[in-house]
């Protein structure tokens, strides 16, 4: 019994040992844990303070200067949802393949009321000096389940809000 107490312990040592920055011993959780935050942050902000919580500087500043246009240029929708009505359900979350130290993907896909084949999400993440991570856009495609004009058709938060695509390197 002893041994196998002493096993679990080097086990759980080794696995916090993996997680931990050599440097300065802070753990890195990576990028998921910033996109379920925000999916469960509750209604979204409009001043960049509190938009980079989540967001790239430039992200935060773009969307805090979008909510305070006129209502006729203001995005009118949830992003976490692509729509006006922030609740989702069946959430699905992956981390993308080709994750580098300063840039990484997740994806969410999951159905909504008014959209039997669901939304597919990819936010593009990016990393911050400090070693956080940072939303840096995302990117839409409805999932149809009859080919209807435009469905599938990729779409960007960055291009709506009218900056050019995220760089290669960590935020901005």
Excluded: K
Aim: hydrophobic content about 45%.
């Amino acid at each position: 019994m002893r041994a196998i107490i002493i096993a679990g312990a080097a086990l759980l040592a080794c696995a916090c040992t993996q997680q931990a920055d050599q440097d300065d011993g802070v753990v890195d959780m990576g990028p998921m844990p910033v996109v379920a935050g925000f999916y469960d942050s509750g209604p979204i902000a409009s001043e960049a303070e509190t938009l980079s919580v989540w967001f790239s500087d430039e992200m935060a500043t773009a969307i805090a200067a979008n909510a305070a246009e006129a209502e006729a240029e203001r995005l009118d929708f949830d992003f976490r949802s692509w729509a006006n009505d922030s609740e989702v359900e069946n959430i699905r979350y992956a981390v993308g393949q080709h994750a580098t130290q300063s840039r990484a993907e997740i994806t969410t896909r999951f159905s909504q009321q008014g959209m039997p084949g669901g939304m597919h999400l990819t936010w593009n993440m990016c990393r911050l000096a400090d070693g956080q991570w940072r939303i840096d856009d995302i990117e839409a495609i409805d999932v149809q389940d009859e080919p209807t004009p435009g469905a599938g058709e990729a779409i960007t938060l960055r291009a709506l809000l009218g900056l050019e695509a995220g760089g290669e390197g960590g935020c901005a």
